[in-house]
């Protein structure tokens, strides 16, 4: 080894030594999940500069006392520059808006609801009651009219405000930051005195779907706009570190509506036809409400195709776990040719995708194939 490689590991050994002394500051060391295993070196026991050598043995453990110090932290050596730093390890979530293996947030804060129904019905030995739920059979074939791509206008506004109405029951006790942009009290929707306690009732799932309702057949949106709503909702919460709260459901529900339109619908809804819906709100108000929706979204309104199904199956999820089934028809004639011209229509569509990456595994030159002969009755 040169005599500069030997300085080098001798600042290098000397350097960690010194950094091993020093105290955790005491915003780390309040932190249990950072512990860690102690430090380490992957280098020999002994100094490689020549004896006599005044280095400290590295294999030891650390001198000062660990009280002082706190957990130990996992110390990684930055590439290119002369000093050590601590890189903390957090187990960061994926945001379901944004990531479809990520577990949508109305469904999580719906299982505690779910599991509290079921063992209450267990324990007084109640029935759930009579499931109207029909099965198929050899003869019968039952469907519903709700599809990824075409889902039932009706039962997806219903799964949508249930959701909502999970989202506001199974908030943060402790409660978040409420932003002045959807507080009710100061732009509210309508001229009427806000009530003093606004703030304190949980709106009912009834209330949530009429004005969800009202907004939608006013403005004639389609169902797949309510489920970008709800997409947009989360991803509000999220970026914002916000809670949906009874003083803020209708302004945040509203902007996300208004957003999911424009973003969806050919034919978007203009700001002002929400003002002829709610007759008592203004351009200006709905303007700012708009822009400072997407400045809390960060303008990421992109909502991936496997975003949009896994929230379309996550509410089906809902609604059956919440005795909210979808209405079932039999199959007829009529609608098993449809179907069956649908498919039709897919396996003509992707067949000249599928040709180009066939690959042939044999040659068909020496390919026999079974011959059939007339059966000679005697």
């Given at each position: 080894?040169?005599?500069?490689?030997?300085?080098?590991?001798?600042?290098?050994?000397?350097?960690?030594?010194?950094?091993?002394?020093?105290?955790?500051?005491?915003?780390?060391?309040?932190?249990?999940?950072?512990?860690?295993?102690?430090?380490?070196?992957?280098?020999?026991?002994?100094?490689?500069?020549?004896?006599?050598?005044?280095?400290?043995?590295?294999?030891?453990?650390?001198?000062?006392?660990?009280?002082?110090?706190?957990?130990?932290?996992?110390?990684?050596?930055?590439?290119?520059?002369?000093?050590?730093?601590?890189?903390?390890?957090?187990?960061?979530?994926?945001?379901?808006?944004?990531?479809?293996?990520?577990?949508?947030?109305?469904?999580?804060?719906?299982?505690?609801?779910?599991?509290?129904?079921?063992?209450?019905?267990?324990?007084?030995?109640?029935?759930?009651?009579?499931?109207?739920?029909?099965?198929?059979?050899?003869s019968t074939i039952f469907l519903d009219d709700s599809t990824v791509s075409q889902p039932?206008?009706?039962?997806?506004?219903?799964?949508?405000?249930?959701?909502?109405?999970?989202?506001?029951?199974?908030?943060?006790?402790?409660?978040?930051?409420?932003?002045?942009?959807?507080?009710?009290?100061?732009?509210?929707?309508?001229?009427?005195?806000?009530?003093?306690?606004?703030?304190?009732?949980?709106?009912?799932?009834?209330?949530?779907?009429?004005?969800?309702?009202?907004?939608?057949?006013?403005?004639?949106?389609?169902?797949?706009?309510?489920?970008?709503?709800?997409?947009?909702?989360?991803?509000?919460?999220?970026?914002?570190?916000?809670?949906?709260?009874?003083?803020?459901?209708?302004?945040?529900?509203?902007?996300?509506?208004?957003?999911?339109?424009?973003?969806?619908?050919?034919?978007?809804?203009?700001?002002?036809?929400y003002c002829q819906i709610l007759k008592d709100i203004t351009v200006e108000d709905m303007?700012?409400?708009?822009?400072?929706?997407?400045?809390?979204?960060?303008?990421?309104?992109?909502?991936?195709?496997?975003?949009?199904?896994?929230?379309?199956?996550?509410?089906?999820?809902?609604?059956?776990?919440?005795?909210?089934?979808?209405?079932?028809?039999?199959?007829?004639?009529?609608?098993?040719?449809?179907?069956?011209?649908?498919?039709?229509?897919?396996?003509?569509?992707?067949?000249?995708?599928?040709?180009?990456?066939?690959?042939?595994s044999a040659s068909a030159d020496n390919l026999t194939l079974p011959r059939w002969s007339?059966?000679?009755?005697?």
């Amino acid at each position: 080894m040169s005599l500069k490689g030997l300085a080098c590991s001798f600042l290098f050994r000397c350097e960690l030594s010194a950094l091993s002394a020093l105290p955790l500051p005491s915003s780390l060391a309040s932190r249990p999940s950072l512990a860690a295993a102690p430090l380490s070196l992957r280098s020999p026991r002994h100094c490689p500069l020549p004896s006599p050598c005044h280095c400290p043995d590295l294999s030891a453990p650390p001198a000062p006392d660990a009280s002082a110090r706190g957990p130990a932290l996992p110390i990684v050596l930055l590439a290119g520059s002369t000093y050590m730093e601590p890189i903390l390890h957090l187990n960061m979530e994926f945001n379901p808006s944004d990531h479809p293996r990520a577990s949508t947030i109305f469904l999580s804060k719906s299982q505690t609801d779910v599991r509290e129904k079921r063992k209450s019905l267990f324990i007084n030995h109640h029935p759930p009651g009579q499931i109207a739920r029909k099965y198929s059979s050899c003869s019968t074939i039952f469907l519903d009219d709700s599809t990824v791509s075409q889902p039932n206008l009706k039962y997806t506004i219903k799964c949508v405000a249930l959701a909502i109405y999970y989202h506001i029951k199974n908030r943060d006790p402790d409660g978040r930051m409420l932003l002045d942009i959807f507080d009710e009290n100061l732009h509210p929707l309508s001229k009427s005195e806000v009530p003093p306690d606004y703030d304190k009732h949980n709106p009912e799932q009834k209330q949530i779907y009429r004005f969800v309702r009202t907004l939608f057949s006013a403005a004639q949106l389609t169902a797949e706009c309510a489920i970008v709503t709800l997409v947009y909702l989360e991803r509000l919460l999220t970026y914002a570190e916000i809670d949906i709260c009874p003083a803020n459901w209708k302004r945040i529900v509203l902007g996300a509506i208004l957003l999911a339109s424009k973003v969806w619908d050919d034919q978007a809804v203009w700001n002002v036809d929400y003002c002829q819906i709610l007759k008592d709100i203004t351009v200006e108000d709905m303007n700012e409400l708009e822009r400072q929706f997407l400045e809390l979204l960060q303008f990421n309104i992109n909502v991936p195709s496997s975003v949009y199904a896994k929230y379309y199956f996550d509410l089906r999820s809902l609604a059956e776990a919440n005795n909210l089934s979808f209405p079932l028809e039999p199959l007829s004639r009529e609608r098993a040719h449809k179907l069956e011209a649908i498919s039709r229509l897919c396996e003509d569509k992707y067949k000249d995708l599928r040709r180009p990456t066939r690959k042939r595994s044999a040659s068909a030159d020496n390919l026999t194939l079974p011959r059939w002969s007339p059966a000679i009755l005697s």
